[in-house]
């Protein structure tokens, strides 16, 4: 009671009055509905984000690799959650004020290159790569691959096209050029469908040359090990427990000594014949030694990540660098950075992996997807059926687009809903249902606002009297759009999406309401001008959020 007799009232407070334990105020309602409105209009795509949540923000250089298909292979529909996830962070930091590069770091690299070069040599025809790159290749690949685990000297061929490559042959290169070029001709097209664009598209053939250097500084710092071809017999006994115990199964096809390269005081390790590696525990502990080198001196890898983000650091001297990537290499990239504070890199410290779960269940109507292209024009066609019965479908300029749009929003709504990390069942009927938590809803939503403006917004979005907004319903908006910022700033500090998705279900959801019962066409202009001014705003933040997420909001559907 004494502190509620200290406080006064103001323009804002209107009322204040003490209950239980509690001091109570009552907020001027015509005041935050002018301030409210005045804010959203005003600061346009801003709204939110000059917030005293974002105040004295430090604007920092941002790194986000995200996508990462895999070169000459079509893009495979698990590359998709790293794609939409890695753009919506890339697009709240940009939001934010940030200086953002989006990296595709392309899987331009590697053993698997030896094996398509050897079967394109084998199998593969210039007419088909030229008429339908990524397919020709794929079937070169199953079929080399099939080859490979029967013929010995086809897998000869494939580990000696990749050290060709290693060794910079101008043979080799040229057709991996080709490779890659049509590669990514491909994929600049379906990231266009998909509204995704990138920066720079790298690939760890970048770092192929960069990756010795690693190799040579890990060696430098006696941190790198190598195996030896000789044993010893103090250790004759040992050797041959362990071979009889594991040797012989699946698991260590070949085993010799390991022993550090300039620090013999080292624990002995136990590694496949000829590779490379760095202890991480210092102990021998297996599953702390990180493979960097192969026994015939080719890169893998870490290696190449190692490469590539001292690279990185050195271009765009990044305060944060930030993996999308499926969380099945959390480890990887443990090890990753764990490896570059130990070769005294402090800003490793910078880095940071975000994990995500698996996708289970999605399919076509012909069976299991494996392409993402598959699931794209599966979704226009899944659209265009569900909106054929629906008279402004004829009226649409390109319902095509618009189908596709819808079903994208679709798509990213049901991925975005929950934790990132979690494993989720992919459901069609789930996706395309038009009422409840969907993308679809939002998409709907949206139009419906739009419409409202196109049909009465000549004659009343000019000044309006706030009085004419104390509905419960108008209210109930209002309110929303001031959380706006808070959940903006949830996302940012964890960068997951579900916050602003559920924010925006929310809105959706009061907007239908509101729509049913605040009216235009029948009220007063000076009502009709009031209702259309919040329902602009609602629409405003609505397509504001869905662009965060990646999503390009339809005006008709």
């Known amino acids: 009671m004494r502190l509620a007799e200290k406080l006064k009232c103001d323009t804002v407070v209107s009322e204040i009055s003490t209950g239980p334990g509690t001091v109570n105020f009552k907020i001027n309602r015509e005041l935050l509905t002018k301030t409210v409105l005045q804010e959203v209009i005003e600061d346009g795509s801003k709204y939110g984000l000059k917030s005293e949540l974002f105040s004295g923000l430090p604007q920092k250089k941002i790194v986000v690799e995200f996508s990462s298909p895999n070169v000459a292979k079509k893009f495979h529909v698990g590359h998709l959650r790293s794609t939409i996830i890695g753009n919506f962070i890339a697009n709240l930091k940009e939001a934010l004020g940030h200086q953002v590069t989006r990296i595709n770091y392309l899987g331009d690299w590697g053993m698997q290159f030896g094996l398509l070069g050897t079967g394109f040599q084998l199998f593969g025809y210039e007419e088909k790569l030229q008429s339908n790159p990524l397919q020709h290749l794929f079937e070169v690949y199953v079929q080399v691959n099939k080859e490979a685990a029967d013929d010995k000297n086809v897998a000869k061929s494939a580990h000696e096209f990749f050290q060709r490559l290693e060794l910079g042959d101008t043979q080799a290169l040229a057709l991996w050029q080709k490779f890659r070029d049509l590669s990514i001709e491909e994929y600049i097209r379906i990231y266009k469908r998909l509204g995704v664009h990138f920066d720079d598209y790298s690939g760890e053939s970048f770092y192929r040359e960069k990756s010795q250097e690693v190799l040579k500084l890990l060696d430098s710092k006696g941190l790198l090990q190598k195996t030896i071809r000789d044993s010893r ?129 999605m399919k076509t109507r012909r069976g299991d997807v494996t392409f993402l292209e598959d699931v794209l024009n599966e979704i226009r066609l899944r659209m265009l059926q569900n909106m054929a019965s629906i008279k402004t479908t004829r009226e649409l300029e390109n319902p095509q687009e618009t189908a596709e749009r819808v079903g994208l929003a679709a798509l990213i709504i049901q991925d975005f809903r929950g934790f990132l990390l979690s494993d989720y069942q992919f459901s069609w009927d789930r996706v395309f249902q038009s009422r409840g938590d969907t993308g679809v809803f939002l998409q709907y939503t949206h139009a419906r606002l739009h419409s409202l403006e196109e049909t009465f917004g000549c004659g009343y979005l000019n000044d309006f009297n706030t009085a004419c907004l104390q509905e419960p319903q108008s209210v109930s908006i209002l309110q929303h759009l001031l959380r706006f910022d808070e959940v903006l700033y949830r996302s940012a500090q964890d960068l997951q999406p579900r916050h602003i998705v559920s924010y925006l279900l929310t809105l959706s959801h009061l907007a239908a309401v509101a729509h049913k019962t605040l009216h235009i066409k029948s009220s007063p202009p000076e009502v009709a001008g009031a209702r259309l001014h919040l329902f602009r705003a609602a629409r405003s933040v609505l397509a504001n959020g869905m662009k965060l997420l990646g999503i390009t909001p339809v005006c008709r559907m």
């Open 233 to 361: 017999r103090s250790c004759a006994a040992f050797l041959a427990f362990f071979y009889s115990a594991f040797c012989s199964s699946e698991y260590f096809p070949t085993c010799c000594l390991l022993l550090p390269s300039q620090n013999p005081e080292l624990p002995f390790c136990i590694s496949r014949k000829g590779t490379a590696v760095v202890d991480l525990s210092g102990n021998g502990d297996p599953s702390s030694i990180c493979t960097v080198m192969r026994s015939d001196g080719t890169s893998l890898y870490a290696t190449r990540d190692l490469a590539a983000a001292i690279d990185r650091m050195d271009k765009y001297n990044f305060d944060k660098m930030i993996y999308v990537t499926d969380k099945g290499q959390k480890k990887h990239f443990q090890q990753v950075f764990q490896m570059l504070q130990i070769m005294g890199y402090d800003w490793a410290e910078r880095c940071q992996h975000v994990p995500f779960g698996v996708v289970q269940g």
